[in-house]
């Protein structure tokens, strides 16, 4: 057995009807969407849910004594840190974005100089010889055969 949605039907004046209807249609919603989302919230927040009017909801409180939307204090100490720490990233990102430019001028200087000279191969050096006749210089000597 799976979970099967249920019907809960209750009854309201017309005129909070109409209410209900215009703020559907203000948000471009059905009745029944604008319902299964207060039961969702409902259930979410254990039934602790305010409705309120938008143009009341400035620091209005309920029973308990906690303010709607809740509201939470941040210690100086964080919020110091956290600037610190922001300002440290930008300046990381700046030392970044200049040794960027610092290896693109050093690419561009590198390419520019191999450019202007000329590679000389040692095979094309050599180029006048046969491939039949012995190398003109040999590398080891003479001394480690005799021993």
Same mark, same amino acid.
Not at 50 to 64: A, K, Y
Not at 84 to 105: D, S
């Given at each position: 057995?799976?979970? !099967?949605?249920?019907?809960?039907?209750?009854?309201?004046?017309?005129?909070?009807?109409?209410?209900?209807?215009?703020?559907?249609?203000?948000?471009?919603?059905?009745?029944? *969407?604008?319902?299964?989302?207060?039961?969702?919230?409902?259930? *979410?927040?254990?039934?602790?849910?305010?409705?309120?009017?938008?143009?009341?909801?400035?620091?209005?409180?309920?029973?308990?004594?906690?303010?709607?939307?809740? !509201?939470?204090?941040?210690?100086?100490?964080?919020?110091?840190?956290?600037?610190?720490?922001?300002?440290? *990233?930008?300046?990381?990102?700046?030392?970044?974005?200049?040794?960027?430019?610092?290896?693109? !001028?050093?690419?561009?200087?590198?390419? *520019?100089?191999?450019?202007?000279?000329?590679?000389?191969?040692?095979?094309?050096?050599?180029?006048?010889?046969?491939?039949?006749?012995?190398?003109?210089?040999?590398?080891?000597?003479?001394?480690?055969?005799?021993?």
């Amino acid at each position: 057995m799976g979970n !099967k949605n249920k019907t809960i039907s209750f009854r309201v004046s017309q005129e909070k009807f109409e209410t209900l209807r215009e703020i559907a249609e203000e948000r471009d919603l059905s009745l029944s *969407a604008v319902f299964r989302d207060y039961v969702d919230l409902l259930v *979410a927040h254990d039934g602790q849910v305010e409705v309120v009017p938008e143009h009341e909801l400035t620091d209005s409180t309920d029973t308990s004594g906690t303010s709607f939307p809740p !509201k939470v204090e941040v210690p100086k100490s964080f919020v110091r840190e956290h600037e610190r720490l922001e300002l440290e *990233a930008e300046h990381l990102r700046e030392q970044l974005e200049e040794h960027k430019r610092y290896v693109t !001028k050093l690419r561009q200087e590198l390419d *520019a100089h191999e450019e202007g000279e000329e590679v000389i191969q040692l095979e094309d050096l050599d180029g006048d010889e046969d491939e039949d006749d012995e190398p003109s210089y040999r590398i080891g000597s003479s001394f480690d055969e005799s021993i």
